[in-house]
Structures are given as C-alpha cells and as structure tokens.
C-alpha cells in the first residue's frame, strides 16, 4: 500500500464549526487530491494540489479550502460544517496525471 | 461534460459464477481507464488499468477488463467469483485534456453468496 494517512479516522463535529482533515503521504508525489465518497454517487473531486502552494477546484469545492504548504501534507478545511457535508472523504495521491492514483483509509465524518 | 456510468447498481451472485460489470464513458479523446475494488470498510485499491496497447487488460485477484473503443466501454469480468470478491467496484476515467482528473461512475456492489 502507498503511504498515506488521514486524520483523524473519524470525526463527529457540530453544525457551524469547522473542521480541518489532514493527509499525509511519505512517496513524494507531487499529485493529491480529496474526494468525498457519497451512496450513489461514487467519489466526487473536491479539490487537488499539482504542487506545493498549487491547487484547484473540483466539481464540489463549495463550502471547503485546502492548503499544501508541504509536498507531504494536503490539508482539507470546512469553515462552517453542515449536515450536507457528512461523508466519508479520501485523499489521493499519483506522480503524474496520467497514471493511477493511490487512496488514503478515509475519514468518516458526521455534522449533527 | 464527461461522465463515466457503471449500469449495475447490485449485483448478487452465487460463488463460482461469472461476472461481468459494465461501465460506459462519455468523453471521446484519449482517455485511461481504471477498475477500483473497495472491500467493506476499506479503502479504494486499483484492481486494474488500461493506458494503450493491448485492449484486453488483465489485473489483479483473476480479474480482467476490456476496452472497446467503438462502444465507449470498459467492462470488468471474472470467470468464477468467490465469496470473498464481495465488493463495491468503480469504474473511473482521466482524459489528456481535463488535466488528470479522474472521474467516477457510482459503483457496483456485489455480493457474493457462499
């Protein structure tokens, strides 16, 4: 398995408060991503990074930031949850574009 | 815009029967095709790729893909599925021109009865 980690693993938060998810990779690749998983609707891009400081929007960046101030770490942040927002969100990672991507354990993450 | 379609939303089968998942895709450039496996509670794992070459790819744990080009397809078989195949699988596609990223069909989940 690539070397990725998320945390935390699992997070109950409150509506209105926010919520900052880590991913951190040990391969070097310049590529990462985060992807919310969803019952029918597979996994959705929300964000990625092609470099330090570099990143872009996805299809559902609304209501969430990211930040790469490492090569290692890709961080992920809603500003104010809500309820709309729980989900299981994954970090990826690839050296390129055009290759596969490698996926992180998930976060489990509920907005009560 | 690109999307990817996976038909199949439950599939449930009977140990050693054969399998095959269809997943069509919009997009008509080039494109790299990809099956993930995700076991319950687990996350995502590349079951296989397809880049060029040879359409009929072969990937881990006997499973198989092929691209047929004409048809916008990349359907996932297995000869004979074991009760441990029991899965979520998704389909996802790049293309060259939107920049590497992938995009999902909704997954198939299959069951596998013993």
């Known amino acids: 398995d690539a070397g990725i980690t998320q945390s935390p693993r699992h997070k109950v938060t409150e509506t209105g408060t926010p919520v900052t998810l880590r991913c951190h990779q040990t391969?070097?690749?310049?590529?990462m991503y985060w992807y919310r998983q969803d019952p029918g609707h597979g996994l959705r891009l929300i964000h990625y990074?092609?470099?330090?400081?570099?990143?872009d929007k996805g299809e559902v960046s609304d209501g969430y930031s990211v930040s790469r101030s490492k090569t290692e770490d890709f961080l992920l942040t809603l500003e104010s949850a809500t309820s709309s927002q729980t989900s299981v969100y994954f970090c990826?990672?690839?050296?390129?574009?055009?290759?596969?991507?490698?996926f992180g354990p998930g976060t489990r993450l509920t907005v009560t | 815009a690109q999307s990817v379609s996976q038909h199949n939303h439950h599939v449930i089968l009977s140990e050693a029967a054969s399998l095959e998942l269809g997943c069509n895709y919009s997009?008509?450039?080039?494109?790299?095709l990809f099956w993930y496996v995700q076991y319950p509670g687990q996350h995502l794992q590349l079951l296989l790729k397809?880049?060029?070459?040879?359409?009929l790819v072969k990937g881990i744990k006997g499973f198989e893909a092929e691209f047929i080009k004409s048809k916008f397809s990349f359907n996932l078989r297995k000869p004979s599925v074991q009760w441990s195949d029991t899965a979520e699988y998704f389909c996802?596609?790049?293309?060259?021109?939107?920049?590497?990223?992938?995009?999902f069909g909704q997954g198939t989940e299959l069951s596998v009865k013993p």
């Open positions: 990826a990672i690839s050296e390129s574009t055009q290759v596969e991507q490698y």
């Open positions: 391969e070097n690749h310049r590529y």
């Open positions: 990074s092609y470099g330090v400081k570099d990143t």
């Open positions: 997009y008509g450039g080039t494109v790299n």
């Open positions: 397809y880049f060029s070459g040879d359409p």
């Open positions: 996802a596609v790049n293309s060259y021109n939107q920049g590497g990223k992938l995009i």
